[in-house]
Nanobody, 117 residues
């Protein structure tokens, strides 16, 4: 399985960005796709995850501002990020997990999101 992330960039506070992550390879029907981020000097953290078609979970810090969605026909997951704040600045990583115990774990390359005026 390969994951290709895109959509990062520089945006002003209050602005929006949409990240995309396209998966290819042997993808199970049921999987969980999500986004993690790591800011400079900080531990990685889960941003959002979508399990199956509709079950979602968000970090408290992004709840109400970010929306995760997926297009199964394209094996692609999206992260719509609105009302961005400087503290959202980080490298964002796409993740896919599948298998009976979620033991198959795949990561895409990071995409940098910088929120600054």
């Amino acid at each position: 399985v390969q994951l290709q992330a895109s959509g990062g960039g520089l945006v002003q506070p209050g602005g929006s960005l949409r990240l995309s992550c396209a998966a290819s390879g042997s993808i199970f029907r049921l999987n969980a796709m999500g986004w993690y981020r790591q800011a400079p000097g900080k531990q990685p953290e889960l941003v959002a995850v979508i399990i199956g078609d509709t079950t979602t979970n968000y970090a408290d810090s992004v709840q109400g501002r970010f929306t995760i969605s997926r297009d199964n026909a394209k094996n692609t997951v999206y992260l719509q990020m609105n009302s961005l704040k400087p503290e959202d600045t980080a490298v964002y990583y796409c993740n896919l997990r599948q298998g009976s115990t979620w033991s198959y774990d795949y990561w895409g390359q990071g995409t940098l999101v910088t929120v600054s005026s």
